[in-house]
């Protein structure tokens, strides 16, 4: 007989952890006992050497579905082992650091429970257990227990008391456990308010008529986990049309639920790595490319698709598969899909053959709507129907979206399933003082330091927005009081008008914190160095960030930078070209007016109008007041210079078209274009065909200048070139110039990694192009997995730059 201490770092508290290891203990016949501690949890076990090894063993092969073990250390028992049983001992009295779980989808084993009529969980909107359920979005205060969680108002019934308290069940501690008897409830009604008659529908339960409700071409708010979602059949085009018209998005796509792979496979190509996205405990939307709906008619009548072949064309052989709505993604090639996450959603979908709309319940760019009343009052002119419970949501958590780019996992927007997650520090940051990062202004998140780890909060929208500001100041106290964190520092975007900084230095003058402020493309960089692991002496990386906008050193808007950098200095070696954003803001909406700057920095208006006066670009512009554009910028008025790439993008697009007049949504033209590019010229190595740009120098550091590749391009069109054509030698060239920079910088610096960062690489194709070009010259390129390339992932780089600069 022999006696252990087991020590198991990793997310192991309020997971299930404690009772797997008492059922594994008891299984091995070990004495001993189990208990969490500020570490993580520790073990002690006395039994013999085969015993404690097969435990060892079984404990990181059965571990829950929700842990995750980092580290298990184990050494000799020195105490008295004078154990008689095994047990789950009290925590011990030492500070027990607060871990809150992501929000997760139902488990495999809740979901055949509320298909079970045997159980009494059948048909349950709300079941979870252990490995499942809402945690982030109902959680109040510390510590994590129900009567600090939106479920203190729904007491345990016996049964489920019972359940609770019983080591060896799913639901030990499981603190939003309930049921039909005891837990929160579902209630449909009509947005007019009248009353609903069962008559109306051959149903089951509110929850089951929403199908119905769907099926016949309704629009549905529907009250999930983290938010309130607009649903509509997703092959409904009249339905679709009716959810924009009456919401007022009238492009940007809308995200998909279906009831399994199976019927996200009739659209979509789903490879290994997407299945498993979209089977995680995450449940994320993932984008997905989209097939083309002849290639399926081909395959469906194919002689080998005979009714004997396999079980799965029995099956489609019988319904005729129905369309996505053109609406749901104009001008897309890819498809945003999830799986159910909650039992109310399995359940909505179960007799729901087809897809369905499940987009944000908001009016226009306002957070999407948590609270029953607020919907009803908001949302009363776009639903038909409300599915609402009683279960508040307390935070309002977003679906994330991911998609995956050659095997790599591209996050784009990190909410539900992901936060607050910690996310592990690099090497040398082990001993911070609390850290805060106020993050930026679109796409916000701010971010916690502390002991070795980031808190990321979740994606909380566009700050202009007063609704999402006034969400982003709420989050921002409730996680520094969830997580017990006190900030030494505060650490903000350079940008003065951004109200992220604006609300940083506030808080830093009332509590007489220190204030740093971060340059954004640094923060950028060090984000994505800091999410490799790259160690905080490391030699510097050649950080290339390429996004819309951000506030540069010089006063001007920067967005196609090259800077060698570590985490805390950088120098800016090379950019692109600067021109004028005429009109400031209104460039962002209005990509012709990029257009219109790039072209006249390259050209004269005269030469340009007698050399390609008949393009309709031309035409176009000619019909602008060019005089008073021209005046703006040679006045500077409300014209910044900006070097970004974000913009560049949005000029090309414009010249053959795209989002000319006006963008409905950012990124809508860049966006746009990717989708249109032409496989065949993409895949062509013949490098000459490609745009090229000038590499110069400017103010003392290279300069990208695009005037060839605007010149080629005009020929192209000129020559009436197809569009997809074009847009492929747009980003081939683009790559193929962002390499040659690299290659002319490394002959003069000693470069082993390479950061891609920024907004502008959630473009796949840029993004492979380059990352495969660069790796052929023999460096190790760093991209974003798990958090975003774009300004969701900006505060995590504030907090480490300010961490490594001033306090190690
Ligand atoms: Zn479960
Ligand atoms: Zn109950």
Redesign the pocket.
Known sequence: MTAEEIRVRGTVQGVGFRPTVYRLAQACGLLGDVCNDGEGVVIRVSGTDASIEEFIRRLQQECPPLARINEIKRKCYEGEVSFDDFVISHSFSSVVKTEISPD?A??????E?IFDPYSRFYRYPF???????PRLSIIRAIPYDRCNTSMASFNLCAECTKEYNDVEN?RFH?QPVACHICGPKATLERSDRKPITASMFSMLDDVDAVCTLLQRGEIVAIKGIGGIHLACDATNETAVQKLRQRKQRYHKPFALMARDIEIIENYCTVSDKERELLESSAAPIVLLKQKRLKEDKETQRHPDAGIFSSPRHRVSSSPRLLPIAPSVAPGQNTLGFMLPYTPLHHLILKRMNRPIVLTSGNISDEPQCINNEEAREKLGKIADYFLLHNREIVNRVDDSVVRVVGEQIQMIRRARGYAPAPINLPPGFNNIPHILAMGGELKNTFCLLRDGQAILSQHLGDLENAAAFTAYQDTLSLYLNLFEHKPEAIALDKHPEYLSSKLGKELAAANQIQLYSIQHHHAHIAACMAENGIPLDSPPVLGIALDGLGYGEDNTLWGGEFLLADYRHFQRLAKFKPVPMIGGEKAIKQPWRNTYAQLTSAFSWEDLKNQYGELEIIKFLENKPLNLLNQVVSKSINSPLTSSVGRLFDAVAAAIGICREECSYEGQAAIEMEALVDANTLNNHEETLNYSFNIGILDNIYCIDSHPMWQTLLNDLQQQMPLSVIAAKFHKGLAQTIVEMVNIICKQNVIKNVVLTGGVYQNSILLEQVRENLQKLGLNILTHSIIPCNDGGLSLGQAVITAAQYYL
Do not use: F, L, Y
């Not at 139902?106 to 979901?111: I, S």
């Not at 079941?127 to 359920?133: A, E, I, M, R």
């Open positions: 997760a139902t488990c495999v084993q809740c979901k429970e079941n979870n257990c252990t490995h499942c359920g799913r499981a």
